[in-house]
């Protein structure tokens, strides 16, 4: 089955500066790739995805970048804010159509 | 759209109980799916079905867990006998087969079994 990696496991960032995340996968076959944002008791959100056909996807401050040939993919936020601060989880979908998520993110905007 | 609806939100039992989460996906997503988030393991998917069919189980921990899909609009989500390490908050999404693959959360049942 799909392996999803996930780093940093932490991340602690000065309002205004960027935030990259980083995942790697391990199935060939998969062909999609979202990224989830969940806030404190919260439920997991989809913020942004991206396919095997695109190398790169920008939602105003977010975007994903995607690396087939290393199987690597990862999400950029740019000018953070503090209601950026949550866990961020990575997923990757196969022909079976199962997400396997990363472990997650824990992001923090420092004001 | 109501999006995906689960109940109860908030769900305290006793070890030996029988406990039932339920599930309602959006109108018209055919493929269903029930995680279990804990801080240990992270988000785990348990079972999913496609057109209420289950497809893949073997997120399942034991016999204790069991999952149905009566029809299209409806999924439970079973712990008979429940344990203290069943305590976890137990999620449901839906999606459409064959795409787009985007998959939508429940709000969640928080379940704590003493």
């Known amino acids: 089955g799909e392996n999803v990696e996930q780093h940093p496991s932490t991340l602690s960032v000065q309002e205004g500066d960027s935030a990259v995340i980083k995942c790697t996968y391990s199935?060939?076959?998969?062909?999609?790739f979202p990224w989830y944002k969940q806030e404190l008791g919260k439920r997991p959100q989809l913020i942004i995805d991206i396919r095997s056909n695109v190398g790169e996807k920008k939602d105003q401050r977010i975007a994903v970048t995607l690396n087939k040939t290393a199987k690597h993919f990862s999400l950029h936020i740019t000018e953070t804010q503090p209601e950026d601060s949550a866990v961020y989880f990575c997923?990757?979908?196969?022909?079976?159509?199962?997400?396997?998520f990363g472990a997650g993110t824990t992001v923090t905007v420092r004001a | 759209d109501a999006g995906v609806i689960q109940s109860p939100r908030h769900e305290v039992t006793e070890m030996g109980q029988e406990v039932t989460l339920r599930c309602k996906p959006i109108s018209g997503h055919n493929s269903l799916f029930w995680y279990r988030q804990t801080m240990m393991r992270g988000l785990e998917l348990l079972i999913y079905f496609n057109n209420n069919v289950p497809i893949d189980d073997s997120g399942m921990p034991e016999d204790r867990f069991s999952a149905k899909m009566p029809n299209a609009s409806f999924s439970t989500l079973k712990i008979q006998p429940s344990e203290p390490r069943d305590s976890a908050v137990y999620f449901c999404a839906s999606s459409s087969l064959g795409g787009p693959y985007e998959q939508y959360f429940g709000p969640g049942t928080r379940l704590t079994v003493t």
């Open positions: 199935d060939s076959a998969s062909n999609y």
């Open positions: 997923a990757a979908i196969s022909n079976d159509y199962k997400l396997s």
